[in-house]
């Protein structure tokens, strides 16, 4: 069973960074994927980045060229930093971990942490 922890969320202003952190109960070497979504008000949670195992780096079209997935092995931890804020990143951002890619984000199959907010002001 995985356990996961999101951390790194705050308020800042619009063009600031913040870099969120999700630690595993494991190595997170062992998962096949991991990546972070998140969800705003009122709105489906979304993917925003996802990381294979051999490194392949995905990207939503919101974050390319702002935000950056990686990973810290020796840590056991998955970082996400977001450059260049704006106002429309603010929802709960969650880490997702699976071992295998076709269930992630999936409630079987795959692993969430709690959340941490983001919340960006204009």
């Known amino acids: 069973q995985v356990h996961l922890v999101e951390s790194g969320g705050g308020v800042v202003q619009a063009g600031e960074s913040l870099r969120l952190s999700c630690t595993t109960s494991?190595?997170?070497?062992?998962?096949?994927?991991m990546g972070w979504y998140r969800q705003a008000p009122g709105k489906q949670r979304e993917v925003v980045a996802q990381?294979?195992?051999?490194?392949?780096?995905i990207y939503a079209d919101s974050a390319k060229g702002r935000f950056t997935i990686s990973r810290d092995n020796a840590k056991n931890t998955v970082y996400l930093q977001m450059n260049s804020l704006k106002p429309e990143d603010t929802a709960v951002y969650y880490c997702?971990?699976?071992?295998?890619?076709?269930?992630?984000?999936?409630?079987?199959?795959?692993?969430w942490g709690q959340g941490t907010q983001v919340t960006v002001s204009s």
């Open positions: 494991g190595s997170i070497f062992s998962f096949n994927v």
């Open positions: 990381i294979t195992r051999p490194g392949n780096l």
């Open positions: 997702n971990a699976a071992y295998r890619i076709a269930d992630m984000g999936l409630p079987s199959g795959s692993s």
